[in-house]
Structure formats: C-alpha cells, structure tokens
C-alpha cells in the first residue's frame, strides 16, 4: 500500500462546478498536512495547510480527518485557472515528506 | 511565500558527464534543503536531505556517490549528477524549509529538467 494515496483522475469538470478530491495516508503518526498544486513541468507550490478544525481559504476548504486518515480538497466555482495537478503531502517529522502522486484536474468552458 | 531558485532550469548532457545543479534561497536562509526527484506522471520521491555545514541525508536506493550534495552556505546547496546515464533523466525539484521545525513548510524551486543523451 502506498503511503499517500490519491485517485489519480483526470477529473474533467466544467467551469463554475465544484469539485472534491480524496487522499488517505498509512502513517498514524504523521504530524502535518497539506495540498499543493502542480502545473505541468512546474514545480508544486503550496495551496493550503490542512487542520484538523478544517480550514477555508476562498474557494477552496480542505478537512482532515485524523481517525479515518483522510485529508480532502474542495473547490467550488471552479475557473480553467484551476486546471492543475494537485498533490496531497504528508509529513512525517524529522523532514520526512511524503507526496501523493497527484490528481489530475482539467476545468473546461 | 518564499523564494527558491534553481539553476540551470534546464541541461541536455552526454552520457557519461557530470551536472551541477544550484539551489538558493532568495529571501531567507535556509539550514535545511531537500532534494526530489520526479519522473513522468510520479510522485515527487525525496533523494537527500541537505544540511547546512554537515553531510547530506541520503534516502535508501540514493547513491551518495553517484548525487554528491553540497550546502556551503545557508542560501545555497548544490546537487552535482556524476557520470550521468540516460535513467538519470528527470525533473530534479529542491526545496527549502522555512523555520526551524520538521513540520514547517516547504517552498520549491522551478525545477530543473536533465536529460541526458
């Protein structure tokens, strides 16, 4: 089993919709949470930190349920801005990061 | 947020020669960088952690021989690719730590893509 899993997609989603990805992680013991975005050929650049009290920053809330060992992602309104490949990261402690391999999102018109 | 570069953000070498690849800081120091790695449609994979005046952290299955890391100065580490083989060729992201904790954030540079002929 992999340690961050993500479904991978592709998720091909008309503008203004509202979307959900899902990511489940295997370490109980993982400290910190968070999704970040990659564009193609692109390096990932972080979208949001994930709590556990939930957290929401404009269109996009991310909740983390620690005894499901679940993290997720919402988007509503979706904007062809938004077409991206979002990974899910765990981390570990002691610098051990751990990446999704990412769910693919295309917003079309 | 912060500021990564990389440097070069893209190199085409031979079989058989040696890649330099330079990581900095912009805007901050940075006591801690990691290096990953990322083939096509895969997860970023960490290859060494990179710490500032003492030897590299590498993963299991790094050759600490073959990616020789270097972290000199608090904004800059470098990652040289040794004898560089056509499996070598990938998308090579750093990273920074902001603040001291393990589970501070990380900022990324661009990325650099090898590809080696």
């Known amino acids: 089993r992999k340690e961050v899993e993500q479904d991978p997609g592709p998720f091909n989603v008309p503008e203004g919709a509202t979307v959900a990805f899902n990511c489940t992680y295997s370490?109980?013991?993982?400290?910190?949470f968070f999704w970040y975005r990659q564009d193609c050929r692109k390096e990932p650049k972080l979208l949001m930190s994930?709590?556990?009290s939930g957290n929401e920053d404009g269109r996009f809330t991310a909740q983390l349920n620690r005894a499901s060992q679940y993290i997720s992602l919402l988007i509503r309104d979706s904007k062809l801005s938004d077409s991206a490949t979002y990974l899910c990261v765990v981390n570990h402690g002691n610098n051990d990061m751990r990446f999704g391999a990412g769910t693919r999102l295309t917003v079309k018109p | 947020g912060a500021v990564v570069s990389q440097h070069p953000s893209r190199v085409i070498c031979k079989s058989g020669t040696s890649v330099k690849i330079e990581c900095r800081s912009l805007?901050?120091?940075?006591?801690?960088m990691f290096w990953y790695r990322q083939f096509p449609k895969q997860s970023l994979m960490l290859m060494a952690t990179s710490n500032e005046g003492s030897k590299a952290t590498y993963e299991q299955g790094v050759e600490k021989d073959k990616f020789l890391i270097n972290h000199a100065s608090l904004t800059l580490s470098t990652l040289t690719v040794t004898s560089a083989h056509p499996e070598d060729s990938s998308f090579y992201i750093c990273?920074?730590?902001?603040?001291?904790?393990?589970?501070?954030?990380?900022?990324f540079g661009p990325g650099t893509r090898l590809t080696v002929l």
């Open positions: 990273s920074a730590r902001v603040g001291s904790l393990s589970t501070d954030t990380q900022y």
């Open positions: 370490n109980s013991a993982s400290q910190s």
């Open positions: 994930v709590y556990s």
């Open positions: 805007d901050f120091q940075a006591t801690t």
